[in-house]
C-alpha cells in the first residue's frame, strides 16, 4: 500500500514491484496476487486496459490508518479508549499537536454542518 500511496498513480504489476525495497521485490505474480488480494478487501481499484490491468489506492494513507485505529480500539471501553487516544496525541512534538489542533477543527466544523 505504501508504494501504491507513493506512486498515486494507476500503475502496472511492474510499476509497483520496481519501485518496492530490493529485499521486498518478489516475484511478478507474487506481486499480482497481493495487490489482487488488497482489491477484493477494497483497499486498491482495479482497471483492465485490453490484456493489461492496472491498480490504484482506494483509500487514501490516513483513512487506512484511521480505520484501523478505529478497529483496534473498538473493543476497548470508553476510558481506555480516550486515555490510549491522549498518549498518543501526548507524544506528539509541539508542532505536530498544533497541526492536530487543526484538524480537529476541521472535523468538527464538518461534523456540524
Do not use: C
Not at 530490493?22 to 495487490?35: E, P
Not at 488480494?37 to 491498480?55: I, S
Not at 482506494?58 to 487516544?85: M, N, T
Not at 506528539?92 to 497541526?99: D, I, Q, R, V, Y
Amino acid at each position: 500500500m505504501k508504494t501504491l500511496w507513493r506512486l498515486d498513480a494507476q500503475v502496472g504489476v511492474e510499476d509497483v514491484r520496481s519501485k518496492l525495497p530490493a529485499d521486498k521485490q518478489g516475484a511478478y505474480t507474487t506481486i499480482q496476487t497481493i495487490l489482487n488480494r488488497l482489491a477484493e478487501r477494497g483497499l486498491v481499484k482495479r482497471k483492465r486496459h485490453g490484456k493489461n490491468v492496472f491498480y490504484r489506492a482506494a483509500v487514501s494513507e490516513a483513512d487506512y490508518y484511521s480505520r484501523s485505529l478505529k478497529e483496534a480500539l473498538a473493543p476497548a471501553s470508553d476510558h481506555a479508549r480516550r486515555a490510549a487516544l491522549a498518549q498518543l496525541v501526548g507524544d506528539l512534538n509541539p508542532g505536530e499537536l498544533t497541526e492536530i489542533e487543526e484538524l480537529a477543527r476541521d472535523v468538527s466544523a464538518r461534523r456540524d454542518r
